[in-house]
């Protein structure tokens, strides 16, 4: 309760309280959606290339164990202690070591925090807060600022392809395991080359399995509770910007509109995150830009205001200076039964069942969800 309490001291309306995060506090502000202990904290969500997911007790534990381990705190009464006495620096060193699968940080489903079953699970049983309304969404690129900066991986070919696929598909909190033939479907699904290099494919499948397909599963779970005021949006974001100067090639355009793009506009500072140094520093909106950033900033607060991105739609203004009257709809709450999200560039527009056959399948894979397209067949 003490954001509540500073909201009040500043002279803010506790009704209108916005939590919202990107990338791993996308996820944070998912998983805040069903935590019992942050019910009537915010009153409004909003996930920026986020993924729902939580990790078992057993094996964050077991992630615990190597990381004590590794910095000398074998398993004894005084492991505590030991810990205490060790230098942040060694931790964080110990830390970086246990990236990749079997050392990731993050929710747990510890039955106290989280429930037992695990956000995703949470989710699909209808358990997230009542009454928040949650805007989310992702990056067309997003994993592209994950796949590209790997040392040697392009060309890709198909069997390392492969590999690296099979390597995503992991059981997940609270739902059955894999498929047995998982792997071969998404292999037919995806179809890498043989001959070429599916580096890009393997952004994309990235893309999918961590951002997009996630966030489309939570909010068509959100849609379907129905409850008053909770309604929930979908957008994808697909503006990487015109910029001036240097900045133009800071990421190069392979990463298309990449993990991290929106920022800049949101917040009107002209600035790549993930950008290396000098050159991001460098960056310099167009007027393009500056009339986009604008746009953006006040969606964001719009729907911190009043729980809705599209007022100003209706309003006949439209995202990026397009007529309402040419966009012949507005954008209205996700539902899982029509599919429509709203795409987030110059020009505002909506789309329908994006990548739908793509994410049917992950949701199979992961979650054991039925779908006409979930089998392999449809676009």
Not at 20 to 32: E, L, N, P
Not at 121 to 129: E, T
Not at 252 to 275: D, N
Not at 322 to 333: F, G, I, N, V
Request: charge should be neutral; charged fraction near 20%.
């Amino acid at each position: 309760m003490l954001a509540l309490s500073q909201v009040i001291a500043f002279g803010g309306d506790p009704m209108r309280i916005l939590l919202f995060g990107q990338s791993a506090g996308a996820g944070s502000v998912i998983a805040h959606m069903i935590m019992p202990g942050s019910r009537g904290t915010f009153t409004r969500a909003l996930s920026e290339s986020g993924a729902p997911g939580s990790g078992s007790l057993e094996a964050v534990q077991k992630i615990g164990d190597s990381l004590a381990s590794s910095l000398g705190c074998h398993q004894t009464v005084s492991r505590l202690a030991c810990l205490r006495n060790v230098s942040a620096g060694a931790i964080i060193s110990a830390q970086g070591a246990l990236d990749g699968p079997d050392g990731t940080w993050g929710p747990t489903a510890d039955g106290i925090a989280i429930p037992e079953e695990g956000v995703t699970k949470a989710f699909l049983d209808g358990r997230a807060a009542s009454g928040v309304p949650l805007m989310l969404g992702s990056n067309t690129n997003d994993a592209a600022f994950i796949v590209y900066p790997i040392p040697g991986l392009s060309p890709l070919n198909s069997t390392t392809f492969k590999t690296l696929l099979a390597a995503t598909i992991m059981n997940q909190t609270g739902f059955p395991s894999v498929p047995r033939d998982a792997l071969e479907r998404l292999v037919k699904r995806y179809g890498p080359s043989d001959t070429g290099d599916n580096t890009p494919l393997y952004s994309q499948l990235l893309t999918d399995r961590i951002f997009l397909c996630g966030s489309r599963l939570v909010a068509g779970s959100k849609s379907k509770v129905g409850l008053f005021g909770s309604s929930t949006f979908l957008y994808r974001y697909d503006y990487a910007g015109k910029y001036r100067k240097r900045c133009t090639n800071t990421w190069g355009k392979q990463y298309g509109v990449t993990h991290t793009a929106e920022l800049s506009f949101i917040f009107e500072k002209p600035l790549y995150l993930f950008g290396p140094e000098p050159d991001s520093m460098l960056c310099e909106f167009t007027k393009e830009d500056e009339k986009f950033a604008a746009s953006m900033g006040h969606l964001w607060a719009r729907f911190a205001s009043t729980g809705k991105p599209s007022e100003e739609l209706q309003l006949g203004l439209g995202l990026g200076g397009k007529p309402y009257e040419e966009l012949q709809a507005s954008w209205r709450p996700y539902e899982a039964s029509t599919r429509v999200s709203g795409i987030l560039r110059p020009g505002w527009g909506l789309e329908r069942e994006y990548r739908k056959a793509y994410c049917d399948l992950w949701d199979n894979v992961l979650y054991g969800i039925e779908t006409m397209s979930s089998s392999g067949e449809g676009k």
